[in-house]
Every structure is written in C-alpha cells, then in structure tokens.
C-alpha cells in the first residue's frame, strides 16, 4: 500500500529553519514527481517546490514557486525513501499546512500525506 507520512512541521520564529520530512512506502520515490504543496487557512493549496522524477528526461530537477525560491531546498534521499524540505529564513506567511505529494507521470495517479503543520511566529 502505497503511503506517504509527513513530519518536522512545528512553531519557529520569523527567521528560522525547519526541514521537513516525508517518508514512503509501497514505491520508490526516484520513480515519482515527488512535490511539496501547502495550503494556508483560508487560501487555496499552493505547489510549494518539486523534484522531478530521475530518468533520462527529467533526471531530477526541481522547481520552486517564486516565493521560496532561494529560502526552500528539496531533496531526495534514494536510500531511506524520503524526501526532504529544508526551509530557512521562515517568514510569517509561510505559516500554512505543508503536504507531500507523489504523482506518477506514466499512470498520471497522485498521492498525497496527511500533512504536517509549520507555524512561523513570535
């Protein structure tokens, strides 16, 4: 059974880091679109950053909404299965429920985690 199971979310204050992490089981991730989405109260979800697939087309690179783009790292580890969100220089509107998502680009099937929680306050 195919699952995803996020954690590291928690309070930080403006200006700090948090590294996200989300485990799966049931497939191998270097095989996926493996993504980070959140979704703040009140607004819509919102793709966050991706790490493509690694195969000859894609080989793995990544992407990030213009808002984190020099804050927010993904990464992949191949090893444990598990893909990561290193977060630095946390603002306030980056409070938001952050989801992990594998989407498979051959059977176009997605799958998401429950989600965990990153609260940036002081």
């Known amino acids: 059974q195919l699952q995803l199971v996020e954690s590291g979310g928690g309070l930080v204050q403006p200006g700090g880091f948090l590294r996200l992490s989300c485990a799966a089981s049931?497939?191998?991730?270097?095989?996926?679109?493996m993504s980070w989405y959140r979704q703040a109260p009140g607004k819509e979800r919102e793709l966050v950053a991706v790490?493509?697939?690694?195969?000859?087309?894609?080989?793995?690179?990544?992407n990030y909404t213009d808002s984190v783009k020099g804050r927010f790292t993904i990464s992949r580890d191949n090893a444990k299965n598990t893909v990561y969100l290193q977060m630095n220089s946390l603002k306030p509107e980056d409070t938001a429920v952050y989801y992990c998502?594998?989407?498979?680009?051959?059977?176009?099937?997605?799958?998401w985690g429950k989600g965990t929680l990153v609260t940036v306050s002081s």
């Open positions: 998502n594998a989407a498979n680009f051959f059977t176009t099937r997605v799958y």
């Open positions: 049931g497939f191998t991730v270097s095989n996926y679109d």
């Open positions: 790490i493509n697939r690694e195969d000859l087309t894609t080989d793995g690179t990544t």
